[in-house]
């Protein structure tokens, strides 16, 4: 074994300053240490660091890593082989090295670095020669140690496999990230140490601030401060011998081997006692305490021995041999590293030793020879020690642990992992480490002195004897008798006039003192020792003989009814019996002497007085004291006009009885009538301020004290208390300490002994009951021994007390303590802080008064409550979940807190203190932000121990896979299941415990949060380093999702901290959430497909008899509706979130129903033919729309996103417009079959005669026709409609009517009232084809052809009254449409109002016709109105295609009488005329005028023909007659282009229509017309076109069809 040193001094950085914030890591095998963070480019740290090395072919890695707000980032590495390092005892001044980026690896081992950076680091290192040996000697030794090494390889496969176990990170209590926070943390009282302590982010890459990196050292332990019992020890280990401080202190309880570098100035958790520290403190010892603080704390030798034999300690009982050995281990690293200036016999001394420690006690085999070595220095000091101990101090007892740097134990205790039994989770992890650790503040803090004093307690040894061989609380009482007083005399207690029977007295008939009845009580009643004394002095020696006989009876009865009390005496004291007896001899005589060989000399100074009483009219008093001893009185001057006095008189008195008293008064000096009045009565002129009595047998050496003013009688008004230094010297005492230092030096050793060597460290609690409980301390024995002390030398109750909390303070972590400290400390505040009435001295005067000291309490109680802090940040270490007991000691160890905070405040009288429930707010954070950072690191193993029920899969995973890890989500359930279980047992068990704050302080909730917090700064950061890569399916993310929703809402949801607020999670998990919904929808399409092809196969049956639609619906909707409960079930409290999720979905939901639908558009028609299958693929679309619509409302309804919500109405919308195609589709397939049964209607109605005018007795015929007539489409409706009935969903149902009645109301109009003219459909066609045929009269024959005849009014009437018989078919009685939906529908209106045209005159038709079609020709646009005819208009006519122009102009004139209208028509030219024609073209212009009652006018003009003139000019004029009957909004000038043809048909250039209700405003006007190709009508003057068509007789009617459909005639060669 090699120890290496390595001197961090200091680096180059190239960049700017104010970017580096640098630390350096040391890594050499397996161990890791780290410097502190330094500021700027070119840091400086001069840290020291020691390896304990047995590998010499690795290398040392130096990292320098720059501090970050979230990541450290690496500066760059240094790798540095250990043959390389030179061996010497002297520093070095170092080598500068360059940093490089990038590390070399071989093998899973570093071997070097590569990619050099500007930056350069000056280190030195070296291996330390063994005990200043010359080095040809030590490299000899090194070789000697090597071989030695390689023989004993088996010892270190053990070695090695525990340096390879991945050891759990410590967790940090009090962590401080720099040196500098240690030393400021001096009044840490007022401050939370516990908030540094923030566990690392969930990392890959980058290095956390917190220090935990992946190597298997307790790294955390960098971060904590001085360990308090390492501390300890190394700054003290001269004087403290190992062997016995293995007693309290067993080995391995708080030894981690740690890295620390704190520098001393941490320990100022326990600030010295100055007045009490251990003799050396030269300045040579305070250099090598800064040493040792420095270097020891690196040494690995600590940490692995220590492994090992805690390994040991929990497997087998441990021999003191074995304790032994490893408390030296344990110490090794203080001493090696000193340089004390050993001088070793390298041979005999050395070997013998070793012999002795390998064979003695029953220790195990001899161990390794590395081992061997370092025992061997070990004894060696140990050696040293016990010689230099003995010269140094020999009344020093050796268990005690003095020394300046007691400092607080075990503040980085934590529990060793590596145990193999399985144990509860975090809460039990060490009952063993709360009985191996201190129990409480070390003996700094109590500052137990008196322990080591032997001088003192041999003092204090006789005195307690005395006290107790003739207590006074059992002597013999005063035999009081009333007695009548025959002179004036006065109280022996108040000095009051005792004369005659109106002030008679009580006087004791054996001592003869005389009082008051009321003072009988106050008198010392030791009646014997007092009645020898004057028996003696007035010479009666029988009398004196006879008392000194009963009182010799007394101590003997004493002696032997109570012999446990000086045994325990004896032992406490550790006299020999020997010399006990002589001092038992010794002190009865004394006891029997009495005062007559004492004598002392008493110094009493009156310092000053507080708060007393306002005696006079100005609210004031003028106090002056008198002290009185025995007979001797004296004063002090007055001091007027103050109840704060300040006197500072000095009085010497001597005094020869022990039994005498000091009476101390304190007086208001008046100087008035009344009080020389009062002065004739009594023997006092003055108003009596208090009084304070003190026994002269209670003052030893020098006191400085406090005494409270007591009243005289009941009728005293008192209030205050005084000072008085008291100095006594008494013959044979002159150099002894005061009582008080006397009682305390005797309480302490007597607790000692009753706690540390009888009860191993336990506290006994006595069993009291009652009001006075807390002021018994001890059993019985004990507690009468302290009492009568305290009795015999005045030691107030309050001292006792205070005394008792502060040796219990040294122990408050064992079982009980904390509910008696508590109490204790409860009843020191009320005696201070509960003022009475009397007393108007402020709380914090009164304990300042206090005997016990001010500052030296408060320093207590600081230090304290510091403690308590640190082991409350550690609660589940040290008050394990399973021990009910500890439970118990957590609560009052809770209380004991708020009794120190109510002594601050009440007492001290500070101004806001801090607050008990929040100090130990911070301290359950502290400890559960520790207890987070520990399960994390630990997450696999604690996991695997607790719920792994397969205990072969506990080792599966390899150490670097147990973390987080990119490529699964194995960790985070782990976690969260280890969370809640920390969260369950904060509820269940610290809660119910921690109960005395319940408005601010649960610690189950505070646990939830503080989880949560930590746990979502890492889910984060995973989260989002997961997003970058998505090696996980979606399903995992969501599951992983389901979990921390689950958490969230069973632990944090409630939290005042987080209610009402949105959580953050939803946000990590968003973008999987996507790819799940992504990756669903092909999912969903896929099975769509699936469930189509089944239900195809199926033939599309019904799902059940009641259920219309067949199962692909079902299938569908199943699947989408799954797909969203998934999303629902995430319960995403995040409204944007949940709005992006529905949008997504609702895509996927329009993309599956659209192609649902296309599949069945597509293949529909096919369907058609089959008798129920159309009627179920509409009621497949129509449940699509049902289900959609129950989906939408699932999804939130009118709460759902805008954007999601539009889009499935959307799509709402276009599954309606498919299932009206598909409706429309399967009306249009009965076409054929209605158009059959139509046709027969037609034909029967054909067969109906009469006239129109039916009469009343003849319309039951007209209702037998009508049902004649509808029999044929009654017969097909009636079987078609019963099954739709029965198969279609109501929806469904409907549209099929409507489109049934669109098809038989169309059919019935173009076949029965509008039959074709022929197959084609439009005349247009009928007559263009005549036309070219030449022969009109062919036209005229079709147009009297059977069947397309016209109507008479009976069949008019006949098909009324089947159309009535249709539409209540239709209605069916409300189960089908309706009615309004029936006389509204355009259809069944179109029909109607075709046969009532059937009823209208020609006049009237052709009427309709020009008042209805306004767009004949060109869309009725494109006639320009100019000045005059001769004028071309600016424009072109602005329409498509003209054929050419006719100018002409109209006049309009009614005449004034008739009303008759006359219209004058000027043609005047034509224009622009397009036709091709091979031989003469001779164009000429028709007018005709059309409108109503023309029949016996002249309609129509003609003009001349020009000949070859494309452009002719024709200025002639033409006269049309209207009458009066109709307005010019009733008529409409045709006029047509036409090209003249001899003996056969003119040929029609092209066509306009002039409207005259156009012109009817002006009067007149000049027009070009453009001419159009044909004339374009809509269905209305189609349906008149073909009525009159059909009205073969009237020539108005023939000339109207003939016009209206005449068009433009073929050219040549086109």
């Known amino acids: 074994m ?70 450290d980032t690496l500066v760059g590495t240094v790798w540095i082989a250990l043959k390389a390092i030179r061996q010497s005892d002297e520093e070095g001044p170092g080598e500068w090295s360059t940093l490089e980026a990038e590390v070399v690896m071989k093998r899973d081992e570093i071997c070097g670095t590569k990619n050099p950076t500007p930056h350069r680091i000056l280190l030195d290192t070296r291996f330390e020669l063994p005990f200043d040996i010359p080095e040809e000697e030590a490299r000899y030794w090194t070789r000697k140690l090597e071989q030695i090494n390689s023989l004993g390889d088996d010892e270190y496969s053990f070695q090695e496999e525990v340096q390879k176990k991945p050891l759990p990170s410590a967790a940090s209590q009090c962590s401080f990230e720099d040196a500098d926070s240690a030393v400021d943390d001096r009044d840490s009282d007022y401050r939370s140490e516990t908030s540094n302590s923030i566990p690392p982010p969930y990392h890959t890459t980058a290095q956390p601030n917190a ?75 305070d250099e090598h305490q800064e040493r040792e603080s420095n270097y020891s704390h690196h040494s690995l030798v600590s940490y692995h021995k220590d492994s090992q034999t805690w390994l040991k300690e929990q497997e087998e009982p441990r021999s003191k041999g074995e304790e032994e050995i490893s408390e030296t281990e344990g110490k090794h690293a203080d001493h090696s590293t000193a340089k004390l200036p050993l001088e070793l016999d390298k041979s005999k001394d050395v070997d013998a030793a070793a012999q002795v420690r390998y064979h003695g006690d029953n220790e195990p085999p001899p161990f390794s020879p590395a081992r061997a070595h370092w025992i061997r220095a070990i004894n060696k000091v140990r050696m040293q020690l016990q010689e230099g101990q003995d010269e140094a101090d020999p009344s020093k007892p050796p268990w005690l642990k003095g020394g300046p740097a007691g400092g607080l134990y075990g503040i980085d205790s934590m529990p060793d992992l590596r145990k193999k039994k399985p144990i509860p989770l975090v809460s039990d992890l060490a009952m063993s480490l709360v009985q191996s650790r201190k129990a409480g503040i070390t003996s700094a803090m109590a500052t137990r002195t008196s322990l080591k004093d032997e001088e003192l307690k041999s003092h204090v040894y006789k005195k307690t004897l005395q006290a107790l061989i003739y207590p006074i609380s059992c002597t013999t009482p005063h035999n009081f008798e009333v007695w009548t007083a025959t002179t004036p005399t006065y109280c022996y207690e108040c000095e009051g006039l005792l004369w005659g029977i109106a002030r008679q007295g009580m006087r004791c008939a054996e001592c003869g003192v005389k009082c008051h009845e009321k003072c009988q009580d106050l008198l010392n009643a030791d009646c014997l020792q007092r009645a020898a004394e004057k028996s003696s002095k007035h010479g009666a020696e029988d009398r004196t003989q006879n008392f000194i006989m009963a009182m010799k009876d007394r101590m003997k009865i004493r002696e032997r009814n109570k012999p446990e009390i000086f045994d325990l005496i004896r032992d406490v004291f550790c006299e020999s019996k020997l010399t006990h007896a ?106 009596f301020l208090g009084q304070t009595i003190i026994e002269v047998r209670t003052l030893s050496g020098e006191m400085d004290v406090w005494y409270n003013l007591e009243k005289r009688t009941d009728k005293s008004a008192v209030s205050g208390a005084i000072r008085l230094q008291i100095n006594v010297e008494i013959k044979g005492e002159e150099k002894v300490a005061p009582y008080h230092i006397q009682y305390t030096c005797l309480h302490e050793n007597l607790f000692h002994h009753l706690t540390d060597v009888q009860g191993n460290g336990v506290v006994k609690i006595p069993d009291a009951k009652g009001d006075d409980a807390w002021k018994v301390y001890f059993d019985e024995t004990a507690q009468e021994i302290v009492d009568e002390f305290a009795m015999r030398y005045g030691i107030e109750s309050i001292y006792q007390a205070m005394t008792h909390f502060a040796c219990l303070s040294s122990k408050y972590m064992c079982p009980g303590v904390p509910a008696v400290m508590s109490t204790l400390l409860a009843n020191i505040n009320a005696y201070y802080a509960h003022t009475t009435a009397s007393t108007n001295v402020s709380a914090s005067d009164r304990f300042a008064a206090s005997n016990f000291g001010k500052e030296r309490f408060v320093k207590l109680l600081d230090q304290l409550h510091n403690s308590l802090r640190i082991d409350l940040s550690m609660y589940r270490n040290n008050f394990p979940a399973s021990s009910r007991e500890r439970l118990q000691d957590l609560k009052s160890t809770v209380d004991l807190l708020t009794s120190i905070t109510f002594f601050r405040m009440k007492v001290q009288e500070l101004q806001s203190p801090p607050r008990a429930s929040q100090v130990v707010k911070d301290c359950v954070k502290a400890c559960l932000n520790s207890t987070y950072e520990y ?43 280890l969370i809640v279980s920390i969260i369950e047992e904060d509820k269940n068990s610290y809660t119910p415990v921690l109960n005395q704050f319940p408005q601010e302080l649960a610690v189950g909730k505070i646990s939830a949060e503080v989880m949560w917090s930590l746990f979502a700064q890492d889910m984060k950061y995973a989260m989002e380093e997961h997003e970058k890569h998505r090696l996980c399916k979606s399903a995992d993310y969501m599951n992983l999702h389901f979990k921390v929703k689950w958490l969230y809402n069973e632990y944090v949801r409630d939290l005042p901290a987080f209610k009402g607020k949105v959580p953050e999670y939803p946000a990590w998990f968003e973008q999987f959430v996507m790819q799940w919904l992504d990756e669903n929808e092909d999912v969903s399409l ?42 629902k079930k995430l319960e995403c409290p995040d409204p944007v979130i949940v709005a992006h999720y529905n949008r997504r979905f609702a895509k996927t939901i329009g993309k599956v129903l659209m192609q649902y639908a296309d599949i069945l558009s597509k293949s529909f028609q096919s369907y058609c033919s089959k008798e129920k299958l159309p009627c179920i693929l509409m009621n497949n679309i129509q449940q699509l729309r049902v289900q959609l619509e129950k989906m939408f409302e699932a999804m939130g309804g009118k709460e759902l996103d805008v954007e999601a919500s539009d889009h499935l109405k959307e799509l709402q919308v276009k599954l309606n417009n498919v299932l009206d195609e598909l409706s429309a589709v399967f009306g249009n397939s009965f076409q054929t079959r209605i158009d059959e049964c139509v046709k027969q209607m037609s034909d029967i109605l054909c067969q109906v005669k009469g006239t129109g005018n039916v009469a009343a007795n003849a319309r039951n015929t007209v209702a037998q026709d009508a049902d004649n007539v509808l029999r044929p489409l009654m017969d097909f409706l009636d079987g078609n409609l019963t099954l739709f009935a029965t198969v279609c969903e109501k929806t469904v149902l409907k549209r099929v009517l409507k489109e049934l009645w669109r098809v038989v109301m169309n059919t019935m109009e173009k076949l029965i009232v509008l039959p074709p003219l022929t197959d084609h459909t439009g005349t247009q066609l009928i007559f263009s084809a005549a036309k070219e045929l030449g022969h009109l009269s062919k036209l005229k024959d079709h147009m009297v052809r059977e069947e397309t005849r016209s109507l008479t ?57 020009v008042q209805t079609q306004t767009a004949q020709v060109h869309d009725g646009k494109g006639i320009r109105f100019t000045a005059n005819e001769d004028v071309l208009p600016d424009k072109a006519s602005g329409v498509d295609d003209p054929v050419g122009e006719v100018s002409i102009q109209i006049d309009l004139y009614t005449h004034p009488g008739t009303g008759e209208h006359k219209v004058t028509v000027k043609v005047v030219a034509a224009n622009d005329l397009k036709w091709q024609t091979s031989g003469m073209f001779r164009p000429f212009v028709e007018i005709t005028m059309i409108g109503p009652h023309q029949s016996d006018k002249k309609r129509k003009f003609t003009t001349k023909s020009k000949s070859n003139n494309w452009a002719p000019k024709y200025n002639e004029t033409f006269h049309f007659i209207l009458g009066n009957e109709d307005g010019p909004d009733a008529y409409e000038l045709q006029v047509c282009v036409k090209d003249y043809c001899f003996a056969r048909e003119d040929r029609v250039l092209g066509i306009a229509v002039m409207q005259l209700r156009d012109i009817a405003d002006k009067g007149s006007c000049a027009c070009w017309c453009p001419l159009g190709r044909r004339i374009h009508m809509d269905e209305t003057g189609l349906t008149v076109l073909r009525i009159l068509s059909q009205r073969t007789n009237d020539e108005v009617a023939k000339e109207f069809v003939k016009l209206k459909s005449e068009s433009r005639s073929t050219e040549e060669g086109t």
């Open 1086 to 1127: 896929e099975f769509l497909h699936g469930a189509l092809e089944r239900d195809k196969k199926d033939g599309f049956q019904q799902t059940s008899e009641h259920a219309l639609f067949s199962c692909s619906v079902v299938d569908v909707f199943t699947q989408l509706n799954q797909s969203f409960e998934i999303i």
């Open 935 to 977: 399960i994390f690191n630990n997450c696999h193993e604690l996991y695997s121990r607790e719920y792994q029920t397969d205990p072969n899969k506990n080792q599966d995973l390899p150490p670097e896979e147990q973390g987080p890890s990119i490529r699964n989500l194995d960790f985070w359930p782990k976690l969260i299941t």
């Open 2 to 71: 090699s120890l290496l040193c390595v001197r961090v001094k200091k680096a180059k950085l190239q960049g700017p300053p104010d970017k580096f914030n640098t630390y350096v890591t040391l890594k050499v095998q397996n161990v890791k240490s780290t410097t502190v963070a330094v500021r700027g480019d070119q840091p400086c740290w001069e840290q020291d660091f020691m390896f304990e090395i047995s590998r010499l072919d690795l290398g040392l890695i130096v990292e320098v890593w720059n501090k970050g707000l979230i990541w």
């Open 1353 to 1409: 009014p009976k069949q008019c009437a006949v098909l009324d009254l089947a159309l009535d018989t249709i539409k209540q078919y239709f209605h069916a009685g409300g189960n089908g449409l309706k009615k309004t939906f029936l006389e509204k529908s355009p259809d069944l209106q179109s029909l109607r109002y075709a046969l009532s045209l059937y009823t209208q005159t020609t006049d009237t038709l052709i009427k309709t016709f």
């Open 582 to 687: 002589q001092q038992m001899k010794t002190v009865k005589q004394s006891v029997l002497d009495g005062t007559s060989k004492w004598s002392a000399k008493i110094t009493i100074t009156v310092v000053c007085a507080q708060g007393l009483q306002a005696k006079d009219k100005t609210g004031s008093s003028d106090p002056y004291v008198t002290v009185q001893v025995g007979k001797t009185k004296k004063r002090t001057k007055t001091i007027f006009g103050n109840l704060n006095p300040v006197w500072e008189e000095k009085f010497y008195f001597e005094c020869h009885n022990s039994s005498d008293r000091i009476k101390v008064r304190v007086w208001d000096e008046d100087d008035d009538i009344k009080s020389r009045v009062k002065q004739r009565l009594k023997r006092e002129s003055d108003d």
């Open 211 to 285: 220090s935990v990196h992946q190597f298997t050292v307790p790294s955390r332990l960098q971060q904590q401060g001085v360990l308090r019992d390492s501390c300890a020890d190394s700054l003290q280990n001269y004087d403290v011998d190992y062997r016995e401080h293995v007693a309290i202190s067993p080995a391995g309880s708080s030894r981690y081997g740690s890295s620390c570098n704190v520098s001393q100035g941490s320990s100022h958790l326990s600030e010295l006692d100055h007045s009490h520290e251990s003799a050396h403190g030269s300045e040579q010892d």
